[in-house]
């Protein structure tokens, strides 16, 4: 069956720290890759997306993502973590008009 | 602008009973989604409308029903509610459809449902 495995449910870091949030999925051939976060209170909302050319994708707030189609991987990145990052992150995974979610990683910032 | 927009945000049931959730959309998209969210679970689709007029099923739609009343709105009804349902729904739509797999959705806040 289709799958998205995200690897971490909670992360805790201090601000400053590096982040990378992994993703992993099993669709075979073309797939189109997205972060969603959910800030506190807010609306789930698009971070970035990966659906052709250039495998690393910059997104919204500093955050970037490298498509791996050889380890089925989209990993979040960001080099230096704030506080107002604290959120839910989902990896999301749509090919053949399926839409599958990752569980979601709960990522909380020490000040 | 509202975006997308759901009503009620919270709603407590009693096992049997029936409830319509409502969405509403300002951004003239053309698709619109139903999810559930269980705790420790990403979303599910339990129903999404391609366009006006058409719509299918998700991964999960047993006990549950659909409206597509309008190019603005989309239903999810409960007709006889269960505790297996007692999930945060979420609405969402977007320009281009599932068919078009790069389509970003945009979502509403949410409803919190409680069956009893």
């Known amino acids: 069956a289709q799958s998205v495995s995200q690897h971490n449910h909670h992360v805790i870091l201090s601000e400053a720290a590096s982040l990378e949030l992994g993703c992993n999925y099993s669709?075979?051939?073309?797939?189109?890759l997205f972060w969603y976060v959910q800030y506190p209170g807010q609306h789930l909302q698009l971070l970035l997306k990966?659906?052709?050319?250039?495998?690393l994708v910059k997104g919204i707030k500093g955050f970037e993502a490298e498509f791996i189609k050889s380890k089925f991987s989209f990993n979040l990145r960001k080099p230096s973590v704030q506080w107002s990052d604290t959120a839910e992150y989902f990896c999301?995974?749509?090919?053949?008009?399926?839409?599958?979610f990752g569980k979601g990683t709960r990522l909380h910032i020490l000040p | 602008n509202a975006g997308v927009t759901q009503t009620p945000k919270f709603q407590v049931l009693k096992t049997g009973q029936s409830m319509t959730l409502q969405c509403a959309q300002d951004?003239?998209?053309?698709?619109m989604y139903w999810y559930r969210q269980d705790p420790g679970m990403g979303l599910r689709l339990i129903y999404y409308?391609?366009?006006?007029?058409?719509?299918d099923k998700g991964e999960v739609p047993n006990g549950y029903n659909v409206s597509r009343l309008n190019k603005r709105e989309f239903s999810l009804r409960l007709e006889s509610a269960a505790p297996s349902q007692t999930s945060v729904y979420f609405c969402?739509?977007?320009?281009?459809?599932?068919?078009?797999?790069?389509?970003?959705?945009?979502f509403g806040p949410g409803t919190r449902l409680t069956v009893l």
């Open positions: 951004m003239n998209h053309n698709s």
């Open positions: 999301v995974a749509n090919r053949d008009d399926k839409i599958i």
């Open positions: 669709y075979g051939g073309t797939v189109n």
């Open positions: 409308s391609a366009s006006e007029g058409t719509t």
């Open positions: 969402a739509s977007s320009e281009l459809g599932l068919a078009r797999g790069w389509d970003t959705q945009y």
């Open positions: 990966y659906f052709s050319g250039d495998p």
